[in-house]
């Protein structure tokens, strides 16, 4: 039977993070009453929650990294700690109401589109359905492990960052870490102070731009907490940065980018002294090709008399350590692994199955193929936050995360007012949005030569090629021609 009214519509979000949290909120603002949240840990948080490494934080400065309907005033620091930022979505769930929509323990194994509706399916069995399905589960959420030898040979504490063993003694123990992304270099200044000794096992070098992470005062706070136009100042000057300066860069403004790498290089010849780890720590890539490196405290720390970096590539792990290409087994007591997330997994390993049978696995077989970064044909009702072809390099994810939800909530308007069962992108409005896509990404710093987690098993980046402007204005509102309405 056709669904006539908000009431009658349901919303099954999968996924308790950043996104999951903002959907609940927008859609009950909305007028949706029948929405809940599948959450596979116990608690939200998403990746907030899983990362709790020593020195976590985020690289956006906080008051940007923040709902832009709930903005905090009490931000300790300019990149605030995870930990707070966990408290902070904690809050938010807490304020608006949403956290009794939450059920924990309930990973959605599989969805499959059926007369209608999703039929979900959770790992112990239970079956739900709903009328929209919203995937906020993240991109940075499965740990990626390396393929090394020995791996499992270790004797010592071993983990994945995102998988940090906080019972493993750290101090004064001897210290490995395999991988330099954003993750490796909070730990080594978080960590260099108490460990015996620290090997970072470094195969490719970073763009580090000087930041310093300055506490706010309580004066400051004192002044936020008293003028929300005081902190929607701050919310645009960080928004203008990123989003008209750093986002401009990536896509092929090379008067910034190569203001960035003058300011990175800059940085490296004046906090880094000896000549040849200068030279062992000099990106051979065009910067901002990999994710910038925001810190004025790496260099200081790995120029510690118990820091080591090691560019010898690994050849194998051993019960004692980490033997290298060169025959050096550097000893350990500890060895954790920064290698990242399969960033390309989305959704997965949850099975989709939507219309006509069409399974993710088919739809997604060449690429990560969704019309505007939202929706996949043949997946009716079905919308991904941050999905394929996002701005995930570009601009702040919380923005783009509420953007995003904005658009849906247009979109999936005809089928609140019964005007139709449901929507899914055209194949040819998809295709067409992909080839634009792939023009489009020619001329981005993505494509200029480096290896990172931006770029999909075909070597193409899978994020947004255009300005913030072309996000905001296709964002907006949604052009139906683009859908199908399905009856
Ligand atoms: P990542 O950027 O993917 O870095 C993984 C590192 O592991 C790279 O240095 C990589 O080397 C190395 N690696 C992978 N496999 C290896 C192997 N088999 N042998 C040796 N080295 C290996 O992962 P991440 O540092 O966890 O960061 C992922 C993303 O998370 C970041 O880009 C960022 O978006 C986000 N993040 C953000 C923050 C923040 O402050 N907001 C903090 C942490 C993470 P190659 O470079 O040579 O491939």
Request: proline share 5%.
């Amino acid at each position: 039977m056709q669904k006539s009214s908000t009431h009658d519509l349901s919303v099954a979000i999968i996924g308790a993070g950043m996104s999951g949290i903002a959907a609940a909120i927008k859609f009950g603002e909305q007028g949706y009453r029948d929405i809940v949240i599948f959450e596979k840990a116990d608690r939200l948080g998403g990746t907030w929650r899983e990362n709790t490494y020593p020195g976590l934080s985020c690289d956006v400065p906080s008051h940007l990294y923040s709902y832009a309907f709930e903005p905090n005033p009490n931000w300790s620091h300019l990149f605030s700690p995870g930990a707070e930022i966990q408290a902070y979505f904690e809050s938010v769930a807490k304020k608006y109401d949403v956290e009794r929509l939450m059920r924990f323990n309930k990973e959605v194994t599989s969805a499959e589109f059926e007369n209608g509706r999703w039929h979900l399916t959770m790992h112990d069995g239970e079956r739900t359905s709903a009328d929209i399905v919203i995937a906020a589960t993240g991109i940075l959420h499965q740990p990626a492990y390396p393929d090394i030898d020995g791996i499992e040979d270790f004797a010592g504490a071993s983990f994945h960052t995102a998988r940090w063993d906080h019972s493993a003694a750290l101090d004064n123990h001897r210290v490995g870490i395999i991988g330099t992304g954003s993750t490796a270099m909070q730990i080594v200044p978080a960590i260099i102070d108490r460990v015996a000794s620290l090997s970072l096992f470094q195969r490719t070098p970073q763009w580090v731009f000087g930041i310093e992470n300055p506490a706010y005062t309580e004066a400051e706070r004192a002044e936020f907490n008293a003028s929300p136009a005081k902190m929607k100042a701050l919310y645009d000057h960080w928004a203008y940065r990123f989003n008209y300066r750093f986002g401009r860069a990536v896509i092929g403004d090379k008067v910034i980018a190569d203001r960035i790498a003058e300011l990175c290089l800059a940085n490296l010849d004046e906090n880094v002294h000896d000549s040849e780890l200068k030279k062992k720590l000099t990106p051979n890539y065009v910067a901002a090709c990999k994710r910038l490196i925001m810190s004025d405290e790496f260099y200081p720390a790995i120029q510690k008399p118990n820091a080591h970096l090691v560019t010898t590539a690994v050849e194998q792990i051993e019960k004692d350590g980490v033997r290298t290409k060169d025959g050096t087994l550097h000893k350990l007591d500890v060895l954790a692994l920064a290698t990242g997330f399969k960033a390309h997994a989305f959704m997965r390993p949850m099975r989709l199955v939507g219309r006509h049978g069409t399974t993710l696995e088919q739809a997604w077989a060449a690429t990560n193929m969704t019309h505007r970064s939202i929706s996949i044909p043949d997946m009716p009702n079905f919308f991904i936050l941050i999905g394929p072809n996002s701005p995930v390099g570009n601009f702040p994810l919380i923005l783009v995360a509420e953007r995003q939800l904005d658009y849906i909530k247009q979109l999936i308007e005809p089928v609140r007012t019964g005007q139709c069962r449901a929507v899914a992108p055209q194949r040819a409005a998809t295709e067409q949005f992909q080839q634009d896509v792939r023009e489009a990404m020619q001329g981005t710093i993505w494509m200029s030569g480096c290896s990172s987690w931006y770029l999909d098993k075909n070597g193409i980046p899978v994020t947004w090629p255009w300005d913030f402007d072309r996000f905001e204005a296709d964002m907006s509102a949604p052009d139906f021609s683009e859908y199908e309405m399905i009856a």
